[in-house]
């Protein structure tokens, strides 16, 4: 059975789909930076339900349907929203599944909330500032900082396939461009949002994780293999793929994904 749920985080009202199977396995899921409900967590939603894991996807605050500052990606915000989705799933073992930046919430939040029993990530961004600055240089990294809080309201666009954006280049233009004009996603992020995200420490919550998975391409040019490995999840699977947003919509890929964590949630905790 598929349903709208309307919940409350912090007084914000928020959308959701409750997907419901038999049994007593759940899964709230969390998707890319500025994604909507109706995008990838979508498609891993109805693979997970399908294989017998109720489902709890969602708008974050500021995003598609749910209430919030337009086009802002708070990360503290994104927490909380998070803790409150994992309330609505109340009475089931309950994990988090995270795409993308959603994985790097997934890790926070489980390691945070002892409601959540198993925690998995796919073609995650387990960000590190420290990472950050190592290989930017700590001035660099400090003034990258201080631009984005000079501008913090300002907004640019989420994804261009050449020019200035959130998420520069082909590669996620060719996946976000059909969603432009269409459903509720938008085409805008705040400056603001990039500070938040390049100030968000996933690499050192790792020792408060439950069970953890992560699901990872070889080869990924804008979630790093480098940091999903530093992550040192209790099973991490490798897949062949060599586009970050093979994980999004390429079948064979995302077929082997799935199964990873549909293995790995059904084993008794």
Not at 64 to 74: K, Q, T, V, W
Request: aromatic content about 8%.
């Amino acid at each position: 059975m598929t349903e709208t749920v309307t919940f409350f985080s912090e007084g914000l009202r928020l959308s959701g789909v409750l997907r419901t199977a038999p049994g007593t396995r759940a899964a709230v899921l969390t998707g890319p930076f500025t994604g909507v409900k109706e995008q990838v967590v979508a498609d891993y939603a109805e693979r997970l339900t399908a294989a017998g894991i109720t489902t709890l996807t969602f708008d974050h605050r500021g995003f598609g349907a749910s209430e919030g500052r337009r086009g802002h990606e708070d990360s503290q915000g994104k927490l909380a929203d998070l803790r409150a989705a994992v309330g609505v799933l109340d009475g089931y073992d309950r994990a988090v599944v995270g795409v993308c930046l959603g994985a790097g919430y997934a890790m926070r939040a489980a390691a945070t909330d002892p409601r959540v029993r198993a925690v998995a990530g796919i073609a995650g961004a387990y960000n590190s500032p420290a990472w950050f600055a190592e290989r930017m240089g700590l001035e660099a990294y400090r003034k990258a900082l201080t631009d984005m809080l000079d501008r913090y309201d300002e907004e640019i666009p989420a994804v261009a396939e050449s020019g200035e954006a959130a998420m520069p280049g082909e590669e996620p233009w060719s996946y976000y461009s059909r969603w432009i004009g269409r459903g509720t996603w938008e085409n805008r992020v705040t400056r603001g949002s990039l500070h938040s995200l390049m100030t968000l420490d996933v690499l050192g919550v790792r020792p408060l994780l439950p069970p953890s998975l992560i699901v990872h391409g070889r080869v990924d040019e804008y979630c790093s293999p480098e940091l999903a490995e530093a992550m040192h999840a209790d099973e991490t699977r490798w897949l062949d793929c060599t586009r970050h947003v093979d994980l999004y919509d390429n079948d064979e890929y995302v077929s082997q994904a799935v199964a990873a964590t549909v293995d790995f949630l059904d084993r008794p905790r």
